[in-house]
């Protein structure tokens, strides 16, 4: 695979993540994100976290909530470099709260770094969601 192709495959992977963790399962999100100390997440919760030793938890956390529905990226947009890449993105679905419904559409950036032979994410922020945040 070609730097671009390894990427939209990374970018493919942590939005298949994400939608795993909505049904309580936080292993793949963990398996999307590296390990290094220097990973900031800033999502739609109103948490900045920086390290992984943070982010662990946050994610088992998470998966805990079990907000079922499914996000997808849209209007994405993609920069890779040789050993760096970010995408942009509107984040578009729906979560559950309380049996309902909840629409999601937040703009969203992701930065992936290179490590060894695969792309790991480093760096997520976003909009918040108000169902989230409260």
């Not at 662990?56 to 849209?74: A, F, Q």
């Not at 770094?113 to 695969?118: S, V």
Request: aromatic share 8%; proline share 3%; hydrophobic share 40%.
């Amino acid at each position: 695979m070609t730097g671009e192709a390894d990427v939209a495959a990374a970018v493919s992977g942590f939005y298949e993540a994400l939608n795993v963790l909505f049904s309580g399962d936080a292993g793949p999100m963990k398996n999307a994100w590296s390990h290094a100390g220097d990973c900031t997440y800033m999502g739609p919760d109103g948490l900045y976290l920086l390290g992984w030793e943070k982010l662990e938890p946050m994610w088992d956390h998470v998966g805990s909530l079990k907000l079922g529905g499914r996000v997808n990226p849209k209007q994405l947009n993609t920069v890779v470099g040789t050993d760096m890449a970010l995408i942009t993105c509107v984040e578009s679905g729906e979560n559950e709260v309380d049996s309902e419904a909840e629409e999601v559409s937040i703009r969203s950036s992701t930065v992936f770094r290179k490590e060894g032979d695969a792309w790991k994410v480093i760096a997520h922020q976003t909009d918040l969601l108000s169902f989230l945040a409260e």
